[in-house]
């Protein structure tokens, strides 16, 4: 099985920053897994999860309109862990933040898509 782990939210005023982490870990001895693409998501109580953005194995970014100019994705594959820098920070960046991960577990050569348990990133006005 594949773990994925977010961290660093928490409380800040607007037009602050905070930075997140994303990491992923296997388990089972005898077996490997390689990470294709991760993506930050967002959701509020009762609304469907949104896109934040999304980066490659090999570093192809996208972001949603909301987040361009202020968020930055990254990732650190030999660390099997992405970050997401935000800055400029608006109280309507209010969610719980969850990370994605598109695994491919070896030696079965099966992929699926792993999901953190969410953190709650609040700003404050």
């Known amino acids: 099985q594949v773990q994925v782990v977010e961290s660093g939210g928490g409380l800040v005023q607007a037009g602050g920053s905070l930075r997140l982490s994303c990491t992923c870990s296997?388990?089972?001895?005898?077996?490997?897994?390689?990470?294709?693409?991760m993506g930050w998501h967002r959701q509020a109580p009762g609304n469907q999860r949104e896109l934040v953005a999304t980066i490659t194995s090999s570093g192809t970014t996208n972001y949603a309109d909301s987040v361009k100019g202020r968020f930055t994705i990254s990732r650190d594959n030999a660390k099997n862990t992405m970050y997401l820098q935000m800055n400029s920070l608006k109280p309507e960046d209010t969610f719980v933040y969850y990370c994605?991960?598109?695994?491919?577990?070896?030696?079965?050569?099966?992929?699926?898509?792993?999901w953190g348990q969410g953190t709650q990133v609040t700003v404050s006005s």
């Open positions: 994605s991960a598109d695994v491919r577990r070896y030696p079965w050569g099966i992929s699926a898509t792993y």
């Open positions: 296997g388990t089972a001895s005898g077996t490997a897994f390689s990470i294709n693409t």
